[in-house]
T-cell receptor, first 112, second 112 residues
Framework: ELKVEQNPLFLSMQEGKNYTIYCNYSTTSDRLYWYRQDPGKSLESLFVLLSNGAVKQEGRLMASLDTKARLSTLHITAAVHDLSATYFCAVDGGTSGSRLTFGEGTQLTVNP | DTAVSQTPKYLVTQMGNDKSIKCEQNLGHDTMYWYKQDSKKFLKIMFSYNNKELIINETVPNRFSPKSPDKAHLNLHINSLELGDSAVYFC???????????FGPGTRLTVL
């Protein structure tokens, strides 16, 4: 059974600082997703990582994937308050069709 | 403009009642999903349909019955509602090949 673990689960940081969220998973997968969820809202797709060594960047967020280590990271650069949200990684373990297994989520709070 | 829509957004009901949640997508996707997000924000897949055919059926009580009348619609009917069914239910859709899932706004179900 595929297991996905994120850490930390809660992260409080100051504006302007850098930090990394980690996502470990237990079995081989060919794709990993990062989603953002604001309180009471839906999940917004941030990144799709499809291969070993993949790196994607959007604004202050950068995601990477190491399939050999079964590890993805979401790096936050010079955090701003607007980044406050819950971030989920999700690993696709599907063979025919998509089957996402989500991590527990990292609740990020960026303080002024 | 709405890509994946769900109705209703909120549903408050008594234990033992039967209720339905509807989902529609206008993205031209062929695969649709139901997820449950519990009070700790943990997301778990419940069902998936591809071209109206059930392809994922996780360990879910048989009080939950999905129905897909066509590729653009996936409904979830719940019989004999229990307190533990209280959660946010998200619908999602994707192309079977591309597999990136887009989520609806969620339906917050409260069972009293």
């Amino acid at each position: 059974e595929l297991k996905v673990e994120q850490n930390p689960l809660f992260l409080s940081m100051q504006e302007g600082k850098n930090y990394t969220i980690y996502c470990n998973y237990s079995t081989t997968s060919d794709r990993l997703y990062w989603y953002r969820q604001d309180p009471g809202k839906s999940l917004e797709s941030l990144f799709v990582l499809l291969s070993n060594g993949a790196v994607k960047q959007e604004g202050r967020l950068m995601a990477s994937l190491d399939t050999k280590a079964r590890l993805s990271t979401l790096h936050i650069t010079a955090a701003v308050h607007d980044l406050s949200a819950t971030y989920f990684c999700a690993v696709d373990g599907g063979t025919s069709g998509s089957r996402l297994t989500f991590g527990e989520g990292t609740q990020l709070t960026v303080n002024p | 403009d709405t890509a994946v829509s769900q109705t209703p957004k909120y549903l408050v009901t008594q234990m033992g009642n039967d209720k339905s949640i509807k989902c529609e997508q206008n993205l031209g996707h062929d695969t649709m999903y139901w997820y449950k997000q519990d009070s700790k924000k943990f997301l778990k897949i419940m069902f998936s349909y591809n071209n109206k055919e059930l392809i994922i059926n996780e360990t879910v009580p048989n009080r939950f019955s999905p129905k897909s009348p066509d590729k653009a619609h996936l409904n979830l009917h719940i019989n004999s509602l229990e307190l533990g069914d209280s959660a946010v239910y998200f619908c999602a859709s994707s192309h079977a090949q591309a597999r990136r899932q887009f989520f609806g706004p969620g339906t917050r179900l409260t069972v009293l």
